[in-house]
């Protein structure tokens, strides 16, 4: 029996190319594509795929959070992240959240398949590349250094300050309250022990948690 998958990502280009990769494939069938809406959770959620292939950054329902939306209440469903971040806070929110693996866009499409194979036979999958950190994460308790231990929505904002956007611009363009922004900006200082906006864009790349 064909592993079933469905993709999600809200990109079209690169969910139609995922899409292909993995119609090539004689052991595995694509039901379903999707761009991270509630319409998509609805679909996933009547389909029941062995697998969703999914993107962590989408502009409706994080990937994250759709995690745990699809996953409530069936342990059938298995998650496989496909994310261009690979820096500790994407990777440790998606494994918190439920996400069975986590592969970057930059691999592989081999590597893709062999991560939508393991994870539909219940393994857990994680991208060579990123493995060394991961096992660092696990044989510590935790990330090596506090500074890495920032969310996903935490790195966003940082990403958008080394941009130089201000709170009131950051409140916009990820659609949260300013309010949200400005603590999410604190506890991102915290973290890192950074005393600026300035300080702490220096070491969120020293860190290598934002490009």
Do not use: W
């Not at 090539?24 to 509630?38: C, F, M, P, R």
């Not at 029941?48 to 999914?54: H, M, T």
């Not at 992240?81 to 866009?105: I, P, Q, T």
């Amino acid at each position: 029996m064909a592993i079933t998958v469905f993709v999600v990502d809200d990109h079209v280009l690169v969910r139609n190319a995922v899409a292909q990769v993995i119609k090539l494939e004689a052991d595995l069938e694509v039901i379903g594509e999707g761009s991270g809406t509630a319409d998509t959770v609805e679909a996933v959620r009547r389909l029941q795929p062995s697998v969703v292939v999914l993107d962590l950054e989408m502009p409706v329902i994080r990937g994250a959070d759709f995690i745990g939306m699809i996953t409530d209440g069936s342990a059938k469903i298995r998650t496989l992240v496909c994310s261009m971040h690979a820096s500790y806070g994407y990777v440790a929110e998606a494994l918190r959240r439920g996400a069975d693996g986590y592969v970057l866009k930059s691999s592989p499409s081999t590597l893709l398949l062999e991560g939508i194979r393991a994870v539909a036979m219940g393994k857990a999958f994680i991208d060579p590349a990123l493995q060394s950190e991961v096992l660092r994460m696990v044989q510590s308790g935790g990330p090596r250094s506090a500074p890495k231990d920032l969310s996903a929505r935490e790195i966003e904002v940082l990403r958008l300050v080394a941009e130089g956007l201000s709170n009131e611009e950051i409140a916009q363009r990820t659609q949260q309250s300013l309010e949200t922004v400005k603590l999410r900006m604190r506890r991102a200082f915290q973290k890192l022990g950074a005393t600026d906006r300035t300080h702490a864009v220096a070491l969120a790349l020293r860190q290598n948690l934002i490009q």
